[in-house]
């Protein structure tokens, strides 16, 4: 059975972050407004709400860290979990807080998604689920119009090797180099026993990572969502991925990131 035919559908939502290019703004980054009123800043209808609106049927859970109260308090009624990631310590991190939620949900289909990705369709959560049919794990991806410093992903034919980062693609051979043509959009569909077994395996995956944390540098141990993809895939899970737009999938990494998405979603809300 899949979505289409009514099943229902976990979420988890990474929500934990403050968003450190976000110069100013000092709340939970997935409260920002999709609707501006002067200051990008300021307005109505904050990103998260919107993420919660487009995903399919089915229980919820939000990670949370920054600013959690916000978070409780905008998203009050929905009938969501709250899971608390002590620390933010990558989106491995977030989705090893997600752990007591996704056993205790019933589901069998999990999306991951993030609180700060608000444009992406009821319809491609559809075909994300969808595309698992057969399969054990699924990404969202999209064909940049510049490839940037983005991560890549690497493919055997149909089948998703790993997500390569910038700075090991680019010293491939340029015929490699070719190769690469989608980026991974950080939104996944997987079957909920597979994530379950793989998410004990990336506890034992920690990337020592130098950060800023209170005015002083220190060493935080990381977990990366990409590893999951690798050792799933390395241990011969069958994977798939859906092509979405660049602009569907545009997430708010800066004041200018958070404009364009304001005047896109101005646009398609028919607001202007």
């Not at 009050?76 to 620390?87: I, K, T």
Request: include cysteine; hydrophobic fraction near 40%.
């Amino acid at each position: 059975m899949t979505e289409a035919s009514g099943e229902s559908i976990a979420s988890v939502i990474f929500a934990a972050g403050k968003g450190s290019r976000m110069i100013g703004f000092e709340g939970n980054k997935t409260l920002l407004p999709l609707v501006s009123s002067g200051s990008v800043y300021e307005g109505e209808h904050p990103m998260l709400l919107e993420v919660l609106a487009n995903l399919p049927p089915g229980p919820r859970g939000i990670v949370v860290n920054h600013r959690e109260e916000d978070v409780r308090r905008v998203t009050e009624g929905l009938g969501v979990q709250y899971l608390h990631q002590p620390e933010t310590n990558g989106t491995g991190g977030a989705l090893l807080a997600a752990r007591p939620f996704l056993r205790s949900v019933a589901e069998e289909i999990v999306i991951i998604t993030m609180g700060d990705v608000p444009l992406i369709r009821p319809a491609t959560y559809r075909r994300l689920v969808m595309e698992l049919s057969g399969r054990d794990f699924a990404l969202l991806v999209f064909e940049p119009t510049d490839r940037g410093q983005y991560g890549m992903i690497e493919m055997d034919g149909e089948r998703v090797l790993g997500i390569v980062e910038w700075k090991y693609w680019s010293q491939y051979p340029a015929a490699r180099q070719e190769m690469l043509h989608y980026c991974n959009a950080g939104v996944y569909a997987v079957r909920r026993s597979v994530l379950l077994r793989y998410l004990e395996k990336l506890l034992g995956r920690p990337h020592a990572v130098r950060k800023e944390r209170g005015g002083e540098w220190v060493v935080i141990n990381e977990f990366f969502l990409t590893d999951l993809v690798e050792m799933m895939s390395d241990d011969g899970l069958l994977s798939g991925m859906v092509i979405a737009s660049e602009e569907e999938v545009l997430g708010v990494d800066t004041p200018e990131t958070l404009a364009r998405i304001q005047s896109i979603y101005t646009r398609m809300a028919g607001l202007q």
